[in-house]
């Protein structure tokens, strides 16, 4: 069973900087796509990044410069290393994976972590 566990959330004034880690379980990570996805109060859940199993990266347009999205595959671990946060950055952030490498989409995610930027 693929499980999803995010850490590093939290509160922290605009322009400073989090990092948030995703560690997967159940499958061999290093074959997957992975995203970053974030939920802002009545706000639909928007794709911030994603990194094929290659490395190939892509960035939601509010979120290019700002934040880089990594992955450790000796690790099983995804991050998101978020800078110049802004108060609009506010949101739960999840990280979810896909069933098959064949998926379009996205079917596994975590719990979620919450990141508040203050202005």
């Known amino acids: ?6 850490t590093g959330g939290g509160l922290v004034q605009a322009g400073g900087s989090l990092r948030l880690s995703c560690a997967a379980s159940g499958r061999t990570f290093s ?18 990044a994603s990194i094929t199993s290659r490395g190939v990266t ?6 290019k410069g700002r934040f880089t999205i990594s992955r450790d595959n000796a690790k099983s ?12 950055d506010t949101a739960v952030y999840y990280c979810a994976a896909p069933a098959s490498v064949f998926s379009a989409g ?14």
């Not at 796509?33 to 802002?40: D, H, I, L, S």
């Open 106 to 119: 996205y079917d596994y995610w975590g719990q979620g972590t919450q990141v508040t930027v203050s202005s």
């Open 77 to 88: 671990t995804m991050f998101l290393q978020m800078n110049s946060l802004k108060p609009e």
């Open 31 to 48: 074959n997957y796509r992975m995203g970053w996805f974030r939920r802002a109060p009545g706000k639909q859940r928007e794709l911030v």
């Open 1 to 6: 069973q693929v499980q999803l566990v995010e």
């Open 58 to 63: 892509n960035y939601a347009d509010s979120v």
